[in-house]
């Protein structure tokens, strides 16, 4: 007899919404070949295995339901939640100090999580061809406005953005983005894109996920007990990944 599965009920922050289940044993050879994990492959083989059904499209129209179309937002806020039907709720994770290199062990509650829902913004563009317009401003001390016109980000998109192994990820994920920047020609966007500081960049970032939500906030804060040192680190997706929680 096999035993039912106990499935979780999950609501995007786009507003899909369905069932998810825990990963078995007898899956994980599935995830276990390391150009899987390398290619970020391995993420849209999680959701589509552990993904049981969908009880609400939300924002999208395709069915059966694609997750390489999906909101990055979406594609990590339901990994969290697989993590979470699999492993529970505590995520325990190591880091290194930056000042006194200690190693820091942390625990968290990954349904602690900040989730910010999809504006009307970026479902309008999800279903209209998928660009907002954003304003930002150099920062250079020759303080200027610009409208960019910005893709939203799939996890597709993100997967193709992975294989192209960029040496500058910052510029690699702003090219990605940036549709055309009004007042700049085609041929000279990446040129200025550039020339933006790594503050500008980031700042532009910001305003583009401002504008259209849908996001899971992986900052979290760390605390070093050997140091006392505060340290902002990115939720370690390779490690919540494994499957298994790090040792003590
Ligand atoms: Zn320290």
């Given at each position: 007899m096999t035993p039912t599965m106990l499935t979780r009920s999950v609501v995007c922050p786009s507003g899909l919404s369905g069932e998810v289940r825990k990963l078995t044993v007898k899956e994980i050879p599935l995830f276990s070949d390391p150009q899987l994990a390398q290619s970020g492959e391995i993420f849209v083989r999680l959701l589509r295995t552990c993904w049981?059904?969908?009880?609400n499209g939300g924002p999208y129209e395709d069915d059966p339901f694609d997750w390489r179309k999906a909101l990055i937002g979406d594609a990590i806020y339901t990994l969290i939640e697989i993590v979470r039907a699999t492993n529970g709720d505590t995520f325990a994770f190591d880091v290194q100090c930056p000042a006194c290199s200690k190693r820091i062990s942390w625990e968290l509650n990954l349904g602690d999580l900040r989730t910010t829902p999809i504006t009307a913004e970026g479902t309008s563009a999800l279903l209209n061809g998928k660009i907002v317009v954003v304003e930002a401003r150099t920062s250079d001390g020759h303080e200027a406005a610009y409208r960019a016109h910005c893709r939203l980000a799939t996890l597709g998109d993100e997967l193709s953005g992975l294989k192209?192994?960029?040496?500058n990820p910052t510029l690699a994920s702003l090219l990605q983005r940036i549709e055309g920047i009004e007042g700049i020609a085609a041929e000279e966007l990446s040129g200025f894109l550039e020339s933006l500081g790594p503050n500008e960049a980031r700042d532009l970032v910001a305003e583009i996920d401002k504008k259209i939500g849908c996001g899971v906030d992986t900052d979290i804060d760390v605390v070093c007990q050997a140091c006392g040192y505060d340290v902002a680190v990115a939720l370690p997706f390779g490690q919540l990944l494994r499957f298994k929680r790090a040792k003590h």
């Open positions: 049981v059904s969908t009880t192209r192994k960029s040496q």
